[in-house]
Nanobody, 126 residues
């Protein structure tokens, strides 16, 4: 089992920044690729960003590319999502997720991710 706990969400004005954190416990963190997904009210959950076990590969949804940065610190068992130039359409519950594997590949498919956090709310006001 891998336990994931997100933090860092909140209310921010459009154009502002937030940094989300996801702390992992239970298994060897560096054996897992990590990702962020989000779900806005009335919408399906969607992929945001992913990072390989080493941090050497990253992948972003087009909607956040150039504004968000995913990173990880394997010594701290934590993955981060730095969100800049936030827009009202970024408002959602943000979830981190873990997928076992050290292939270096990253996936945007939520089916690949076995473990999920409880989510943290991000609200961007206009």
């Amino acid at each position: 089992q891998v336990q994931l706990v997100e933090s860092g969400g909140g209310l921010v004005q459009a154009g502002g920044s937030l940094r989300l954190s996801c702390a992992a416990s239970g298994r060897t963190f560096s054996n897992y690729a990590m990702a962020w997904f989000r779900q806005a009210p009335g919408k399906e959950r969607e992929f945001v960003a992913a990072i390989s076990w080493s941090g050497g590969s990253t992948y972003y949804a087009d909607s956040v590319k150039g504004r968000f940065t995913i990173s990880r610190d394997n010594a701290k068992n934590t993955v981060y999502l730095q969100m800049n130039r936030l827009k009202p359409e970024d408002t959602a519950v943000y979830y981190c997720a873990a997928a076992y594997g050290r292939s270096g590949l990253v996936s945007s498919n939520e089916i690949e991710y076995r473990y999920w956090g409880q989510g943290t709310q991000v609200t961007v006001s206009s």
